[in-house]
C-alpha cells in the first residue's frame, strides 16, 4: 500500500434517512439523476476519481486543490440552479482538504479522508468547508467564494484547524472552544509579478507545501493570509524571467524583527526538485527558529508562570538529545502540565513516552521519582484516547510494556495512522512500536515519513535511532551505521546509536571499527549487557535470532 498526497473531496446526501423514510422510490430516481446529470458529469470534467460510493456519499480524489474546490463549487451551483426540477429537493454537504491517502483493495483512508469527512460534516445543507491547506493553494478567482469561519476542533483530529466556507456553518460558540495560546504562524501566500501558468501553480504549490509541512506538528497553528498579533509571519515573492527564478522570503517574528532572509535560485526545467528542496530548506529554518525563539521566551519563566500548554511544549522542545537531562526535563515539564491541566492529551502523551523511552535506554535514576504517576497517568489518558491518536498510541505502547501482545499494539497503530498519518510524532512512535512487534518494512516506512515532516524538530534524533535500528534488523547495515553516524554528529551521547554502530559493523566483519563503538557505548552505560538490553527493550521474541543483539555479542558486550 503506497500514501499519496491529494486532494480529497467528501460528498454527503443531507438528510438522507428522512428523504428515504418520507419517500424512498422518489429519493432514488433523484439521487440517480444526481449522480449521472450534476455529480458524475462535473468530477470528471475537474478529473476527479471517485474511489468510494455509500449510497447517500461520495469520496473523490483529485490531483490539485484548485481542481478539488472547483468541483465542489460547480456542483452546489447546478444543484441551487436545478432545485426547482428536482423532487425531493437533494442537498450536499461537502468537504474539500489536502493531505495523504493510502488506498488499498479495500478501503481508502489516512488524514486526507479523515479532514475532509469532517469537514464536510461541519457544513450545512448545500454549503462546502474546506480547510486552511486547500485555501492557501487558491488563486484570487476562487479564494473569494470562501469566508473564514475561524478555527475549529474536528472529531479525532489532534489540533484545532481554521477552515473556509461556501455557505453556513453552524457558529463558532456551537463548536468546541479553540485554545488560541499555541504558537502561531502564518504562511502568506507567494507573490509573483509573472502570470505564465507554471510560475503561477509553482508558486501556489509551494505555498501549500509550507503549510502543509509546517502543520505536522500540534505545537505550531499554521494558517495563510493576513498576520494576527502575536504570529510568526513568512512572506516571499517569486521574480522570474525566461526559464530562471528567484525566490525571496522573509521570517518575522511576532514582535516584528526579521529573525532571516534568503534568496533561492532556480529553473522552470527543474521546476518539481527545486519545489521539494525549497519547502524542505524553508521549513528547516521556519522550525529552527522558532523553536529556539520560543525556548528561550520560556526559559525566562518558571513553571509556575507557565501554562499547562507552555510546559508541555518546554517538555517537547527538551527531547532534542535523548540524554538523562533530557528525559528528566521532558518527564518533569510535562507532569507540571498534567497538574495545571489533567485533561492535557498531548502532555500526558509525551509523560508516557518520555517514561517509556527512558526506561528503554536504561535511565532509572531518571525514572524514580515518577514511577508512582504512571498509573494515574493512564487512568486520566483513557477516557481521552478515542479521540486522540497520540494518546490512544502511548497508552498502547505502555500497555505492550506489560503485556508484550504484538498483534494488540498492530492494531493500535494502525488505527492511529488512519487518524493522524501525517503528525511526525505519532509516525516516530508507531515506527518504533513496529521495530518490538518485528516489523521493520513498515517500520522504515514510518520513520522515514516522519524524518522528511519532522527532521528539524526536536524528535530529529528518536527519528534517526529508529531508522538506524530499523535498517540493522532489517538486514542493510550500510544503511544503520549511515543513520548512526549521521545522529552521532549531532549528539555524541545517544548510546543507542553507539550500539547500532558496534553491531552493523560488527556483522561486516569490521570488528576494529565495532570494539570502537562499544567501548563508547559502555563507557556512557556502564552497566548494560546483552540481558540488560534485551529486558528492556520491547523486541517480540529474543529468543530466536535478533539481528541487534547478536551483533552486539559478536562486538564483544558482555551476557
Known sequence: MNSSLVAVLAADVAGYSKLMGDDAKSTLVALKRLRSEVFGPVVASRRGRIVKSMGDGWIVLFGAATDAASCALQIQDLLTADVARSDPNILLRLGVHLGDVVEDEDDIYGDGVNIASRLEQLAEPGSIVISDTVFSILDGTLRPSFDDAGKRSLKNITHPMRVWASGSVPALGQSPEVDESGTRIVIRPIETSDDRVEVLELADALTGDLVTFLNATHWLSVTTGSTPTGAYALTGRMRAHANRFRLEVKFIDPSGRELWSDKIDGNLDD?????????????????????????????????????????????????????????????????????????????????????????????????????????????????????????????????????????????????????????????????????????????????????????????????????????????DEAAAIEYAEQGLNVSSNYSTLHRVLAAAHAHLGQMDAARHAIQAAQALNPDDSIASISARNMFRDTAHENRYLDGLRLAGMPE
Open 271 to 475: 521546476a518539481f526538485e527545486w519545489q521539494d528542496m525549497a519547502c524542505e530548506a524553508l521549513v528547516a529554518r521556519v522550525m529552527t527558529a522558532t523553536f529556539d525563539t520560543e525556548r528561550r521566551k520560556l526559559d525566562k519563566l518558571t513553571i509556575d508562570q507557565m501554562t499547562s500548554r507552555e510546559c508541555e511544549l518546554r517538555g517537547q522542545l527538551a527531547i532534542d538529545r535523548l540524554d538523562p537531562d533530557a528525559f528528566a526535563s521532558a518527564l518533569k515539564y510535562s507532569s507540571a502540565a498534567i497538574e495545571k491541566d489533567p485533561a492535557a492529551a498531548h502532555a500526558l502523551a509525551l509523560a508516557l513516552v518520555a517514561y517509556l523511552s527512558a526506561a528503554v535506554m536504561g535511565y532509572d535514576e531518571v525514572n524514580e521519582r515518577y514511577t508512582a504517576s504512571v498509573p494515574a497517568w493512564c487512568k486520566a489518558a483513557a477516557p481521552l484516547a478515542a479521540d486522540h491518536a497520540l494518546l490512544h498510541l502511548a497508552l498502547g505502547v505502555t500497555t505492550y510494556a506489560q503485556s508484550n501482545d504484538p498483534k494488540a499494539l498492530r492494531i493500535i497503530v494502525e488505527q492511529a495512522l488512519r487518524q493522524s498519518s501525517s503528525d511526525f510524532i505519532t509516525l516516530t512512535l508507531s515506527g518504533w512500536a513496529y521495530i518490538w512487534t518485528s516489523d521493520y518494512g513498515p517500520a522504515l516506512d514510518c520513520l522515514t515519513k516522519a524524518r522528511k515532516l519532522g527532521g528539524q524538530s526536536p524528535w530529529s534524533m528518536s527519528i534517526l535511532g529508529g531508522l538506524a535500528l530499523a535498517s540493522l534488523l532489517a538486514g
